[in-house]
């Protein structure tokens, strides 16, 4: 009925359109071809814009971490190799904590942990030198991995450094999207890590892990994690973490 009445409506203004002069449709036809495409200058615009490059990096980061042999559970029954559910939820929050990050943090963030099931702890010797030294070989090889897929993609080497600083955690009291990296790293522990290391490490041993991370955290960091939904088990370690 109602495509009926509209059909019916446009019949008289239908009637009164006039076709253009022969002369009038040639120089609207030259004009037109002379326009590109509106969809081709999008994918021109598209391919040599930065968002399209950035997306690229941040694909190739995933593609890398999608072949984690190990697995985690994803929003729910699905799962995710698990350091490809690790770089998105670090991507999550440090959109959460920063409303305009830079493209060298988002990069940074996705590529944090980028391959890390390459390198396990137990490649290393036990003690804390063997785990200085295995931190310090991951957060460089991290830094190659990235700088490597950022120049392959036209990266200039400013923004390669910076991102390379930022995975190194070379300024993180003095630069403040270090420090929304820190404190995105600190709450995914928090959030998807806790629990776990409370079963294996013992609350005891996690009031004085707990008390560091919170001394690395800034005051976004901070406020965010005080609004996580902890278990009973969790909040009473963080309550003794910050009253001790």
Not at 81 to 95: H, I, K, M, N, Q
Not at 107 to 131: L, T
Not at 222 to 229: H, I, Q, S, T
Request: hydrophobic letters at 45%.
């Amino acid at each position: 009925m109602l495509a009926n009445s509209a059909a019916a409506s446009c019949r008289p203004r239908c009637a009164r359109v006039q076709r253009p002069s022969p002369a009038a449709a040639a120089a609207s036809a030259t004009a037109a071809a002379r326009r590109p495409a509106p969809r081709r200058r999008a994918a021109v615009r598209a391919a040599g814009s930065a968002p399209g490059r950035l997306q690229r990096v941040l694909d190739a980061i995933d593609a890398l971490n999608a072949k984690d042999p190990r697995s985690t559970a994803w929003r729910g029954e699905e799962e995710l190799p698990y350091e490809l559910a690790y770089s998105r939820w670090l991507s999550d929050w440090v959109a959460r904590l920063e409303a305009a990050p830079s493209e060298e943090l988002r990069i940074a963030a996705r590529g944090q942990h980028v391959e890390r099931w390459k390198s396990p702890r137990s490649s290393y010797p036990e003690g804390r030198a063997g785990y200085l030294k295995w931190r310090a070989d991951l957060k460089r090889a991290h830094a190659d991995t990235v700088a490597a897929l950022m120049a392959a993609e036209g990266y200039e080497e400013a923004p390669v450094a910076r991102v390379r600083r930022l995975i190194n955690k070379l300024d993180l009291k003095t630069d403040p999207e270090n420090q929304v990296l820190e404190d995105a790293l600190c709450l995914v522990f928090l959030e998807h890590q806790f629990t776990e290391l409370i079963e294996k490490e013992g609350a005891d041993k996690m009031v004085d892990i707990v008390q560091k991370t919170w001394g690395k955290m800034g005051e976004r960091g901070r406020a965010a994690a005080l609004k996580l939904p902890l278990s009973e088990a969790e909040a009473a370690v963080v309550q003794r973490a910050l009253a001790g």
